[in-house]
T-cell receptor, first 111, second 112 residues
Framework: EAEVAQSPRYKITEKSQAVAFWCDPI?????LYWYRQILGQGPELLVQ????????DSQLPKDRFSAERLKGVDSTLKIQPAELGDSAMYLC?????????FGPGTRLTVL | GENVEQHPSTLSVQEGDSAVIKCTYS??????FPWYKQELGKRPQLIID?????GEKKDQRIAVTLNKTAKHFSLHITETQPEDSAVYFC???????????FGGGTRVLVKP
């Protein structure tokens, strides 16, 4: 069964450092999402791509976060510089008509 | 944009009893309402969903109801089992690629 792939699964970094997360969606899924899930809360959308184009990044803190999906397939989310409040699970998801599938997530801890 | 509220935030039930989680949404254009189950440290897993053209959907011990007029939908778990213990999230949005807005989650504990 096809799944959304993410790496790394865990990342520990110090504040002010740069971090990057990678996501490979299910083959053929044109829509890709990055969500952030703070412990005890629901996932919050950071950015949505349709192929290589950004559809919604209204909740993305653009002063430190960036996301790209250059060839419309895999995607990278970057944080520079990381802050203590960025500690969370970063979930990538992709969708086929009517269904959204989540990857295993990257748990980020900022010290 | 869409706003989804979920209640209760925690729910403790005795094994074999039913559990009900309720969500409300704000955007009348939303037409897709999935429910996800998330176990500790794992990804959200889709357990059931409903679209705005139906009022109820059932899958074994799980059912979801939708009231478009009142803009609320509910998850019903019957004959609860300890393995049903998890955090459940409702979400609302458009179909086919539109973003989902999630509720705050309900932590369900099924006591044996």
């Amino acid at each position: 069964e096809a799944e959304v792939a993410q790496s790394p699964r865990y990342k520990i970094t110090e504040k002010s450092q740069a971090v990057a997360f990678w996501c490979d969606p299910i083959s053929g899924h044109a829509t890709l999402y990055w969500y952030r899930q703070i412990l005890g809360q629901g996932p919050e959308l950071l950015v949505q791509f349709q192929d290589e184009s950004v559809v919604d990044d209204s909740q993305l803190p653009k002063d430190r976060f960036s996301a790209e999906r250059l060839k419309g397939v895999d995607s990278t989310l970057k944080i520079q510089p990381a802050e203590l409040g960025d500690s969370a699970m970063y979930l990538c998801a992709s969708s086929a008509p009517g269904f959204v599938y989540f990857g295993p997530g990257t748990r980020l801890t900022v010290l | 944009g869409e706003n989804v509220e979920q209640h209760p935030s925690t729910l403790s039930v005795q094994e074999g009893d039913s559990a009900v989680i309720k969500c409300t949404y704000s955007d009348s254009a939303s037409n897709y309402f999935p429910w996800y189950k998330q176990e500790l440290g794992k990804r959200p897993q889709l357990i059931i969903d409903i679209r705005s053209n139906v009022g109820e959907k059932k899958d074994q011990r799980i059912a979801v109801t939708l009231n478009k007029t009142a803009k609320h939908f509910s998850l019903h778990i019957t004959e609860t089992q300890p393995e049903d213990s998890a955090v459940y999230f409702c979400a609302g949005g458009g179909a086919a690629g539109n973003k989902l807005t999630f509720g705050g989650g309900t932590r369900v504990l099924v006591k044996p």
